[in-house]
């Protein structure tokens, strides 16, 4: 059984920055891609950004561009999300994700075989 914990959710104002981890409980993704996404009350769970394991290709949603980060650590077999100047509209739950993904798949929620419990994120505006 394959987890993974996310961490270092929580409130922020808006303009603000957080970074969330997410850690696999083995070694398991070296071939796989990694996504993050997110859920708010009432709206569909929609994709953030994705990065594949080998390569290091990123992948971002047009709203998170330029704001956002998604980076590997293979020592650790953990990713991360840096989110820069946030605004309220990612008020959300965020969610790590993993999975054999295929080419261009990277944004579909149904690619990906193992999720986290998530993390809630807050602005504050």
């Known amino acids: 059984q394959v987890q993974l914990v996310e961490s270092g959710g929580g409130l922020v104002q808006a303009g603000g920055s957080l970074r969330l981890s997410c850690a696999a409980s083995r070694r398991t993704f070296t071939s796989y891609s990694m996504g993050w996404f997110r859920q708010a009350p009432g709206k569909e769970r929609e994709f953030v950004a994705a990065i594949r394991w080998s390569s290091g290709t990123t992948y971002y949603a047009d709203s998170v561009k330029g704001r956002f980060t998604v980076s590997r650590d293979n020592a650790r077999y953990s990713v991360s999300l840096q989110m820069n100047s946030l605004k309220s509209e990612d008020t959300a739950v965020y969610y790590c994700?993993?999975?054999?993904?295929?080419?261009?798949?990277?944004?579909?929620?149904?690619?990906?075989?193992?999720w986290g419990q998530g993390t809630q994120v807050t602005v504050s505006s």
């Open positions: 994700a993993a999975g054999s993904v295929s080419g261009g798949g990277e944004a579909s929620r149904h690619e990906y075989d193992y």
